[in-house]
């Protein structure tokens, strides 16, 4: 690497850690944020029994459980994802440079440094960045195998990286098996039985690694299967994933407007110059069947079984997705620069959005916290509708007297195995009844979302109606999306609650 290349990647490298960086204290938890936190805290047995309950393998549980025994403030517990984002960046660039050139192995990683999606998943404390660190690991040794069996033996060492970074990526999500069988297709593909065999026998040594895991497995999938709702991809759900390539959702107004049309002009303009101006060369075209085949993969399954089109799950996708953009920006002086200033823009838009949202799931609960830890006074209870705002409240404020309400036994929100509850030592009341049983003085913390379902289905809010049946309400805040009211004087027997 020439003294110039250096410092453009260091610059990006610094760019990219500035971005990530950004509003890594200020910006707000969401429910699995706080389930991996409050389930890391614990010891490793607890962790592997709470996340076996779950739907998910425990490696980055166990790497966040060693990361906060040096300390627990917010922003130092998301510099883990961050770290592991930074990684991601220097592999990505590897990457490219065996694949294509060093140049086009700058354009790739600075498309990613900039990328709300990649920025997004390097703030979120959950095992994403590390689920592409592992399959973009992968990919790179594939990619040496593939090249290496072009004109001879491939070595050992290849086979071992691969074994490695594929088991690695099993144990971090079990969506990563689309994506490692994304490889088997493309051999299978060019019709290269050896290597096929070999791959198959290198595939059959991952499994043996992940064996200890895989009796969970079927668990894991069972309750996908019953506790957890996504719709079956439609055309909306479709350019959804797609727009996930440049830019990241939510949006609204004009980012969502402009982040729509860019995401799908790139795709559009990098598929045509693949397909017709250039074509596709080997390797580009060997990247082009990993990038399309996840998602296609999510796709069928979400009709054959329950819906599984989950756009992080096909986050190797995406990053291959630039190294075929860079591939085509090396082609014409134009195009790129039309593709720099589309990623530029689109980012511009998104970020700020991205770093300033907070509704649900991302909610101000650290506001809400602030606010209970002024008002409540000895004896008082803070009873939470659900889990989905409790989590993230005892994060924040673990001293606080806090419980939450069930969700609705077999329901598709029903997905807190008992468990995870008990590797946690965080267990629901069963109704709102039991929650208040023997509390003269109370907070009741709810979305604003959930009472607007409620009226939308011509319903009231069971909970809320019992609260106001039994106690006087005398008082109501609301904080962003979330809704605190405060109840008292328990009404006599026969008083009506108006």
Known sequence: MTRKRLFIFVGILALALVLRCLFLEKRGITYDDAFSILLSRQSLGNIISGTAADTMPPLYYFLLHFWMRAGS??????LLSVCLSMAVLMLLHRLTVETLNE???????????ISPFQIYHAQELRMYSLLALGLLGYTLFFMRIWKA????????REWFGLVICGTLSMYTHNLAVFSLAASFFVVLVHRKWKLLGQLALAGLVILVLFSPWLFYVPEQVEKIQRAFWTPRPGLVQVVQAMMMFVVNLPLEGLALQVGAVISLQIIVLTVYLLLKK???????????????????????VSYIMRPVFVVRGFILSTLLFYVLVAHVMMQDRVIRWIMVAGFLI???FALPFQYQYDRFPRSPFREAVAYLESVIEPGEVIIHDNKL???????????????????????????????????MSLYPEPSVAAAAWGVESLYFVSFDKAFQEYQQMGKAHPALSWLRQMYVQSDQVVIGDLVILHFSQPRLQGESGG
Not at 73 to 78: D, E, G, K
Not at 103 to 113: E, G, Y
Request: with cysteine.
């Open 149 to 156: 069996y072009q004109v001879g033996r491939v070595p050992s």
């Open 278 to 300: 250039q074509g596709i060369k080997e390797l580009p075209g060997v990247l082009s069947l990993l990038v399309i085949l996840p998602p296609l993969c999510l796709f069928a």
């Open 73 to 78: 403030s917010l922003w130092y517990v998301r």
């Open 346 to 348: 689109a980012s511009a």
């Open 389 to 423: 705002s409790a989590f993230p409240a005892i994060y924040f404020a673990p001293d606080l007297p806090q419980v939450f309400i069930a969700d609705e036994l077999g329901s598709h929100n029903d997905t807190l195995a008992l468990a995870s509850q008990q590797a």
């Open 103 to 113: 140049v086009a192995a700058l354009w790739a990683m600075f498309l990613a440094a």
